[in-house]
């Protein structure tokens, strides 16, 4: 089946750990993308691919590192220089030209205590 | 940056009742989307609207695109309990091919 595969689900981190989240989708799709999701405040947009190899600073990347070494995969690093980590984290990607339709991951639930 | 606010934050109806989002852009947008997210889940979307002014229905569900292209709204008419969930509406601002930037949300709470 196509489709947008994080993992994992539920994650529990301790507080000062780095923790990479994985996104990996076998759509053939460009573009790739990072949000953040917290209760009453939508979507923010972390981080954003358009290419293989090329990524840009979404609204709220600091704290975070992602890589797009190969088309499939983009995954995040959250560091221990995020402030408030605990939140829920969407992968979408898209074709990635002009007007097209964005597929998201199941999504993973960051716990850090 | 580029702000997408959407409003209300909440609402709860009954079933029967209808129901408005709005969505608004401190920017030009070269399209908005929708999109549904149920609780647990994650966003699936649901239309594009493109041209200025156009208006889109999918069978209980409007969704208008302003006229400046900075704004949009959906409406549901008669909810029922399966209109559950989240509505975001998404743009990508005029000029820039791949930023998606997402609305604020409004979850909607439907019941009996």
């Known amino acids: 089946d196509g489709g947008i595969t994080q993992s994992p689900k539920y994650l529990f981190r301790k507080e000062g750990q780095n923790v990479t989240l994985s996104c990996e989708q076998n759509?053939?799709?460009?573009?790739m993308y990072w949000y953040r999701q917290d209760p009453g405040q939508g979507l923010r947009l972390i981080y954003y691919?358009?290419?293989?190899?090329?990524?840009q600073k979404g609204d709220i990347a600091e704290g975070y590192s992602v890589s797009r070494e190969k088309k499939e995969s983009f995954p995040l690093t959250v560091t221990s220089a995020q402030k408030n980590p605990t939140a829920f984290y969407l992968c979408?990607?898209?074709?990635?030209?002009?007007?097209?339709?964005?597929?998201f991951g199941q999504g993973t639930r960051l716990t850090v205590v | 940056g580029q702000q997408v606010m959407q409003i209300p934050q909440y609402q709860h109806v009954q079933e029967g009742e209808d129901f408005t989002t709005y969505c608004n852009s401190s920017?030009?947008?070269?399209?908005i989307q929708w999109y549904k997210q149920r609780p647990g889940g994650h966003p699936v979307f649901l239309i594009q609207?493109?041209?200025?002014?156009e208006v889109k229905k999918q069978k209980r569900l409007t969704f208008q695109f302003g006229e400046a292209k900075k704004n949009s709204s959906l409406h549901i008419t008669a909810t029922q309990t399966t209109d559950v969930g989240t509505y975001f509406c998404?743009?990508?601002?005029?000029?820039?091919?791949?930023?998606?930037?997402f609305g604020t949300g409004t979850r909607l709470q439907v019941t009996l």
């Open positions: 979408a990607s898209r074709i990635g030209d002009g007007n097209t339709e964005a597929f």
């Open positions: 691919s358009q290419i293989v190899n090329d990524f």
């Open positions: 759509l053939n799709h460009d573009a």
């Open positions: 998404a743009g990508l601002k005029t000029g820039t091919a791949s930023k998606l930037t």
């Open positions: 609207l493109v041209k200025s002014g």
């Open positions: 920017t030009t947008l070269s399209n």
